[in-house]
């Protein structure tokens, strides 16, 4: 029998492959105005500073850019903001990004806001030539309905709307289509990339990289080292060379949004009290956190929201283990780093740098909120603006500000599998009820809080019934609980005392 030919020579082909380009200027010479364009990062956690730097050189217009957030007003895409050459945001997060904002609300800027999961969502399965899916994120909502303004007019009124979504029952339970995302180009950060395209991502610079990096025509990743194939080890390529198309050196460095530093644990219940205020508000939101932190059992997976909610572990009882997931890509969550061992890499949804615990975990924000939507997470904890008798959830927006959605949305899609605790001070500063009948804001979520906890006591939901006080304070009575609440409530036969 003859022998077989050899196909080809491996060794010579890959000398024939190479996907660098020697500067950011040469890898983005065709890119044109009016393009789509998906950027990675979180906060400024894994952004392509490197391309966006050099995009804000060019004479490149009007482009419609897809990214968690717009970064900072002088970092990352808040530069391509600044500059006036996005004409429209596809995003989950303003923030603190105040240019954006008020870009957006004075109609210099369109902006599709979007729930973080959603996006990634978008992202993972236009990656995977799926042209659209159904999620139970937003239902009931500003999203389903398309009365969220898209652009506003220069006086602030809303000029046009999102298109409402189209609505499908599975097993009993609602669900948007929604339609994935397809970018001209991708702007990838990675930690190693070689010559073949083969990328690999450093702990929670992850985030939306990946999901982005498979979705466009022409993805452009930097990296921080570039080596030889071979030098990323199989196991660890996350984003294989195929969908990449060029590749550059990244020049930028790297920032840090939020430099938390760990404390011995009297002082961080200090820095704690610290973060809640001073004085009587202190005090409030020192009762609401320790009664929030009780919440947290042993064995748990749970997600805790931006503010107080973040605060509970403090309170926690050494002998009680839960997991924390934070849905920028961790589980497995560990306390905030000494003075000078914060990374860059590693931060938390509030954009925080964090640890990670023996045995913990990073992935992309597509697996993460997989992880979310499909009840895997056993507790979230987030703060409010107002809720509902019947456990509707108001948290995204105040009249005349927009901090946009996160990840909230998708955190209460799932309250059969997910018990949403809200954590919350009992009235606003006005002291008008924040516990209504109906919610005059905005819903972030339908008949999805299962327990209220506040500085006067504790409620338990029933989605058909309402309301039930089943714990009060010390020193308040049930008169001024029922004074200060906007909606009816029955109280527990066995009230019992605020732990």
């Given at each position: 029998m003859d022998e077989l030919p050899r196909s080809f020579s491996m060794s010579a082909r890959f000398c024939e492959i190479n996907k660098i380009y020697p500067s950011a200027s040469e890898a983005l010479k065709d890119m044109k105005s009016g393009s789509t364009l998906l950027c990675g990062g979180f906060g400024l956690c894994g952004v392509p500073d490197t391309l966006i730097d050099e995009v804000s050189n060019k004479d490149i217009t009007d482009l419609t850019v897809a990214s968690n957030n717009a970064g900072t007003e002088d970092s990352g895409l808040g530069k391509l903001l600044k500059s006036g050459q996005i004409k429209k945001m596809i995003a989950s997060y303003i923030g603190e990004n105040k240019t954006f904002e008020r870009m957006y609300l004075n109609g210099e800027v369109e902006l599709e806001l979007t729930p973080q999961g959603t996006l990634a969502e978008k992202c993972a399965a236009g990656g995977r030539g799926i042209p659209a899916f159904y999620t139970p994120a937003a239902y009931a909502t500003v999203v389903q309905t398309g009365e969220l303004p898209v652009r506003h007019k220069a006086d602030g009124s809303p000029d046009s709307y999102n298109?409402?979504?189209?609505?499908?029952?599975?097993?009993?339970?609602?669900?948007?289509?929604?339609?994935?995302?397809?970018?001209?180009?991708?702007?990838?950060?990675?930690?190693?990339?070689?010559?073949?395209?083969?990328?690999?991502?450093?702990?929670?610079?992850?985030?939306?990289n990946g999901a982005m990096g498979r979705n466009a025509n022409?993805?452009?990743?930097?990296?921080?080292?570039?080596?030889?194939?071979?030098?990323?080890?199989?196991?660890?390529?996350?984003?294989?060379?195929?969908?990449?198309?060029?590749?550059?050196?990244?020049?930028?460095?790297?920032?840090?949004?939020?430099?938390?530093?760990?404390?011995?644990?009297?002082?961080?219940?200090?820095?704690?009290?610290?973060?809640?205020?001073?004085?009587?508000?202190?005090?409030?939101?020192?009762?609401?956190?320790?009664?929030?932190?009780?919440?947290?059992?042993?064995?748990?997976?749970?997600?805790?929201?931006?503010?107080?909610?973040?605060?509970?572990?403090?309170?926690v009882s050494p002998d009680v283990e839960v997991q924390l997931q934070s849905e920028n890509g961790i589980l497995g969550l560990g306390p905030y780093p000494q003075p000078g061992e914060e990374d860059a890499d590693l931060i938390n949804a509030g954009k925080e740098t964090v640890t990670l615990q023996p045995g913990g975990s990073v992935f992309g924000s597509e697996e993460s909120f997989g992880m979310i939507r499909s009840g895997k997470i056993d507790l979230t904890i987030l703060g409010a603006m107002q809720v509902s008798a019947r456990g509707d959830l108001a948290n995204w927006m105040l009249p005349g500000k927009v901090k946009g959605f996160g990840g909230a949305m998708d955190?209460?899609?799932?309250?059969?599998?997910?018990?949403?605790?809200?954590?919350?001070?009992?009235?606003?500063?006005?002291?008008?009820?924040?516990?209504?009948?109906?919610?005059?804001?905005?819903?972030?979520?339908?008949?999805?809080?299962?327990?209220?906890?506040?500085?006067?006591?504790?409620?338990?939901?029933?989605?058909?019934?309402?309301?039930?006080?089943?714990?009060?304070?010390?020193?308040?009575?049930?008169?001024?609980?029922?004074?200060?609440?906007?909606?009816?409530?029955?109280?527990?036969?066995?009230?019992?005392?605020?732990?």
């Open positions: 298109t409402p979504k189209d609505i499908k029952v599975f097993n009993g339970k609602p669900y948007l289509l929604e339609h994935s995302l397809l970018g001209d180009y991708a702007f990838v950060k990675a930690y190693k990339a070689d010559k073949l395209g083969n990328c690999q991502f450093r702990l929670a610079a992850n985030n939306f022409i993805t452009i990743v930097e990296a921080e080292h570039i080596v030889e194939p071979g030098e990323i080890p199989p196991e660890s390529v996350h984003l294989p060379g195929i969908y990449v198309k060029r590749i550059i050196q990244s020049t930028s460095e790297k920032g840090i949004e939020k430099i938390i530093h760990a404390q011995d644990p009297s002082a961080e219940k200090n820095l704690a009290r610290g973060i809640l205020g001073t004085g009587d508000t202190a005090a409030k939101r020192e009762r609401i956190v320790r009664r929030a932190a009780k919440e947290l059992k042993n064995g748990l997976y749970a997600n805790l929201g931006i503010g107080m909610p973040m605060l509970a572990p403090t309170f955190l209460v899609s799932n309250p059969s599998k997910t018990k949403v605790v809200v954590t919350m001070e009992h009235t606003d500063k006005k002291g008008n009820p924040k516990i209504l009948e109906q919610c005059a804001f905005p819903l972030t979520g339908k008949a999805c809080v299962s327990r209220i906890i506040t500085e006067l006591g504790v409620f338990d939901v029933d989605f058909s019934h309402g309301l039930t006080l089943i714990e009060i304070a010390d020193g308040v009575d049930i008169e001024e609980v029922k004074a200060k609440t906007g909606a009816k409530f029955a109280v527990a036969e066995n009230l019992k005392p605020m732990l």
